[in-house]
């Protein structure tokens, strides 16, 4: 099992910036590839970023490439996501999880079913 903790969610200015953290307890956290999804009401959960288990490989959605970054402590047990540039269609329910496999592969971590642990996650609004 594992935990995920998210936090630094929060209500900023288009044009601003807001860096989000997971902290993950339980089994070994470089055992797991991680990734960051999104959700707004009605939709379905949409990836956003993703980092293999020693951070030699990161992945973005097209809507947030140049704007936000994944990055990972493995010392300790946490991920984050620096978001800059914020727009408005950035509001949504942010939600770290973790992937079982240690590498990115093939199209596995684009969806929610290749991420077999998820936390609460943690609200962004951004304001025109």
């Known amino acids: 099992q594992v935990q995920l903790v998210e936090s630094g969610g929060g209500l900023v200015q288009a044009g601003g910036s807001l860096r989000l953290s997971c902290a993950a307890s339980?089994?070994?956290?470089?055992?797991?590839?991680m990734g960051w999804f999104r959700q707004t009401p009605g939709k379905e959960r949409e990836f956003v970023a993703a980092?293999?288990?020693?951070?030699?490989?990161?992945r973005y959605a097209d809507s947030v490439k140049g704007r936000f970054t994944i990055s990972r402590d493995n010392a300790k047990n946490t991920v984050y996501l620096q978001m800059n540039s914020l727009k408005p269609e950035d509001t949504a329910v942010y939600y770290c999880?973790?992937?079982?496999?240690?590498?990115?592969?093939?199209?596995?971590?684009?969806?929610?079913?290749?991420?077999?642990?998820w936390g609460q996650g943690t609200q962004v609004t951004v304001s025109s």
């Open positions: 980092i293999d288990w020693r951070s030699t490989v990161t």
């Open positions: 999880a973790a992937n079982p496999r240690l590498f990115l592969i093939g199209s596995d971590y684009l969806s929610p079913h290749g991420y077999d642990y």
């Open positions: 339980g089994r070994t956290f470089s055992s797991f590839a």
